[in-house]
């Protein structure tokens, strides 16, 4: 508990002791008029001093409506009319709610914070020989930090130094450690696991990624779902009109006795119930409640490796029916891999170049590996990557690359051509063309066509998986938009399950697409697009909902999207949604709660049933239980 929260406590016990202490003495000594009153107001000004300052404040302020103003005049009221243990029981009662919604409040923003306690204490730098702790905000970019087993690496950078396991699971909720080795890139956050490194920071700490996912959980508040936005301005409203009507029903039933029914007018009961209305009719239950959902909700979802940037974004996917993704680097891990390697038999036991005691299938990879082993381009790294040992670059002359088509070298004095279908019919090579979905790359020698190898995006392991549980999850439609060619497009949907692919497309033509399926969907339902963040931007912002995946350390991502999954399984989409829809089935649940036990009070309050025990029920009760409800957001246990 916080010093404010024991203070408060302490209040509650004492004045409750004193009502004990009081009740019993009466019953001894029975006392009327002031000195009661002044025995009263003792146990009353210690527990209920502080709203009643509150409330003052607030009407000089021009903020009279709210349930401080409601819990003053409802016991200042009951005390005028000579209710003066109902009167402290009510600010007593009141206040024990008060204390448990605070606790249960701030109980519920330490385990979020606990959630996300990734940010970094200090970085260590060496000087003089010896290692020094300074603030990660003193650290500048290009600076060696030291990063010791047991410690959060402060900075974004890239190991010069050193190898070790990384804990990534602050970050992205995945429990597999991952291998770093100097040359990696590292990011704020993770966890130093096993050995010692050294690494050259490449940002500083208010745009590493640690600090941009703090800063974006921290103001994930700010931006409200319609639920939040309603309950606001529902107690607006509904406070005044609360308050007007209490004043009616404390002056309209004792006027009309009097004129119409010739009877007393009975003002002490009129305004008894009158101030039992008030009592009953403060809103706090959905004022608290329903934000702390939402708030547990967000924080649920960080567990996961999901980042929310606000509950209007978490509300809406609870509404999601039609989801589009890219293909390169979220539905596949864009990374191109050799698949297959075919031999033009005929043309290679006619020349004998392929007799040198190697599989033929190794000694023509091995060919278009040294032709490409100058380029950078993903195509070229994937034959390095698929030849086994290291490649004689000194075998290998005259490279000339032609934009668009490929490459031709020199390879122990052998012309060699390596390339797309372009680059064969520029030469004039006879080939055979390969159909299989994917990149074809074909190669000759002396002008002679020896084969191809067939190059492709390797599919996620767990993406078949996701389109089915995002089905199962209420998805109507899944879509893919890709900018390869249609047979790679087609093979990779068929294979998991994507009901409508479109291929050949440009950045442009995507959100031409999407703005297509935005027209073709309900008004009910949200559009999610999912994408890498990067060169899907206009996307991201088009859609309903965008999602950036693989967005570890993307500022792109980060800024674009509207969740970030700050690992790429697209299997936690359909969680996302799962933790959406729990968090507004309990905000529903509240509003339902509150809403009909107060209104139920309320008529019998008005009509004299409920007296003010009832009335503590209807606001601190109901509070209270929603308050308990609102915290089951934060379990993902039946999730993970």
């Not at 024990?96 to 306690?117: H, P, W």
């Not at 109507?476 to 249609?486: I, W």
């Amino acid at each position: 508990m916080t010093r404010k929260q024991k203070k408060t406590l302490i209040r509650i016990l004492v004045a409750a002791a004193l009502m004990v202490v009081l009740q019993i003495m009466l019953h001894v000594f029975p006392l009327t008029g002031l000195p009661l009153l002044l025995l009263y107001m003792v146990p009353y000004l210690i527990i209920g001093y502080d709203i009643l300052r509150k409330a003052f404040l607030g009407i000089i302020h021009g903020e009279v409506f709210d349930e401080n103003f409601l819990m003053a005049i409802a016991t200042v009221g009951a005390i005028a009319l000579g209710e003066y243990s109902e009167g402290v029981a009510v600010m007593l009662f009141y206040q024990i709610g008060e204390l448990f919604q605070s606790y249960a409040v701030g109980k519920s923003r330490s385990n979020i914070t606990a959630l996300m306690d990734i940010r970094p204490d200090y970085a260590n730098i060496e000087k003089n020989g010896e290692i020094e702790q300074i603030s990660p905000e003193d650290v500048k970019i290009g600076q060696t930090i030291i990063v010791r087993p047991g410690e959060k690496i402060p900075l974004d950078g890239v190991i010069i130094e050193g190898s070790s396991t990384i804990n990534t699971s602050a970050l992205t909720g995945e429990s597999i450690p991952r291998d770093a080795e100097t040359g990696d890139e590292v990011i704020s956050g993770c966890v130093n696991m096993t050995g010692l490194l050294k690494i050259q920071t490449s940002k500083e700490f208010g745009e590493s990624t640690v600090s941009k996912i703090l800063n974006l959980v921290e103001n994930s508040s700010m931006k409200k779902s319609k639920s939040e936005n309603f309950i606001s301005k529902f107690a607006r409203v509904y406070t005044p009109a609360v308050c007007i009507g209490a004043a009616l029903l404390a002056i309209l039933p004792p006027l009309a006795r009097m004129l119409f029914m010739q009877m007393e007018p009975a003002w002490g009961t009129w305004i008894f119930r009158a101030l039992t209305f008030l009592v009953i009719s403060c809103p706090c239950a959905l004022v608290i409640s329903i934000p702390l959902s939402f708030f547990g909700g967000i924080g649920a979802a960080s567990k996961c490796g999901i980042l929310v940037k606000g509950s209007n974004y978490l509300e809406a996917l609870s509404e999601s029916g039609y989801i589009v993704f890219d293909k390169t680097g979220t539905l596949t891990k864009g990374v191109f891999r050799v698949q297959k390697v075919y031999v033009q038999k005929e043309n290679a036991d006619k020349s004998g170049f392929f007799e040198n005691g190697k599989p033929a299938e190794e000694s023509l990879l091995e060919m278009a590996a040294l032709a490409e082993s100058y380029s950078s381009h993903p195509i070229s790294i994937s034959l390095r990557e698929a030849c086994a040992g290291d490649l004689n670059k000194d075998r290998v002359t005259d490279i000339e690359e032609t934009g668009g088509h490929g490459v031709t070298a020199r390879i122990d004095g052998n012309e060699v051509a390596v390339g797309n279908a372009k680059l064969m019919k520029k030469l004039n090579i006879a080939y055979e063309e390969c159909t299989d979905p994917g990149t074809i790359v074909y190669v000759a020698v002396n002008q002679m066509y020896m084969g191809c190898i067939l190059i492709s995006d390797v599919i996620k392991e767990n993406s078949k998986e996701a389109i089915k549980a995002l089905k199962e999850s209420g998805i109507r439609k899944a879509v893919m938009l890709t900018g390869d060619n249609k047979a790679v497009a087609e093979s990779v949907g068929r294979e998991i399950n994507i009901d409508e692919i479109h291929s050949e497309l440009l950045p442009a033509d995507k959100v031409t697409q999407v703005e297509a399926l935005l027209n073709e969907k309900s008004a009910k339902e949200k559009l999610i697009f999912v994408g890498d963040g990067i060169n899907d931007a206009p996307v991201l912002t088009r859609a309903d909902i965008g999602i950036a995946m693989g967005a570890l350390g993307s500022d792109a991502a980060i800024e674009a999207a509207d969740v970030v999954l700050m690992d790429d399984d697209p299997k936690k989409i359909a969680l996302a949604i799962k933790l959406s829809r729990r968090c507004l089935r309990i905000v529903y649940q509240n509003i339902t709660f509150a809403l009909l036990v107060k209104a139920l009070c309320l008529i019998l309050g008005a009509v004299g049933i409920a007296n003010m025990w009832i009335a503590i029920f209807a606001d601190v009760g109901v509070m209270v239980i929603a308050v308990l409800n609102a915290t089951r957001t934060l379990n993902t246990k039946k999730f993970m």
